[in-house]
């Protein structure tokens, strides 16, 4: 099944190259996540500062510490949130820059294959994901998503 799956792919080359190519181009534009990632670090910095100014008030003067004591836990509890988000926000990244770079890792693959005549576990490791069985029929998921029914 595999050699199969893997000589179709090797075959329509041009057309698997072409929507790989739109899938890459799609997956890469980070732009937007970069953009939220300096909003978000921009935002902690400020709420860092009044943070350390609040610290430094009550270090200096005499403030009531029941009202000092509320609003350093809501200014913390503001930061930590933002951290969460921005840590969010960077994890998702990583995975569209790893999905990019699977999926061009397996152009590279397809643009190297020639037709196969046996099984081979480097190509096997390298396309697939798993192989689904099931009682309508056998099914290999690709490592970039996509599903080939054999």
Not at 102 to 131: C, H, P, Q, Y
Request: proline fraction near 0%.
């Amino acid at each position: 099944m595999f050699i199969k799956v893997m000589n179709s792919m090797v075959e329509d080359k041009k057309s698997i190259l072409a929507g790989y190519k739109e899938i890459v181009g799609s997956l890469g534009d980070t732009t937007e996540l970069d953009q939220e990632e300096r909003k978000l670090v921009s935002e902690a910095e400020v709420v860092l500062g009044l943070i350390e100014k609040l610290v430094a008030v009550n270090a200096s003067r005499a403030l009531n510490q029941d009202d000092y004591s509320q609003r350093y836990t809501e200014l913390v509890q503001h930061y930590e949130s933002i951290q969460l988000k921005l840590a969010g926000v960077a994890e998702h990244k990583q995975d569209v820059l790893a999905k990019q770079r699977g999926i061009k890792d397996m152009i590279k693959l397809i643009v190297s294959s020639n037709l196969i005549s046996e099984f081979d576990e480097t190509l096997w490791n390298a396309m697939v994901d798993r192989l689904e069985i099931g009682s309508d029929g056998s099914c290999f998921v690709m490592k970039d998503g996509s599903w080939v029914r054999v």
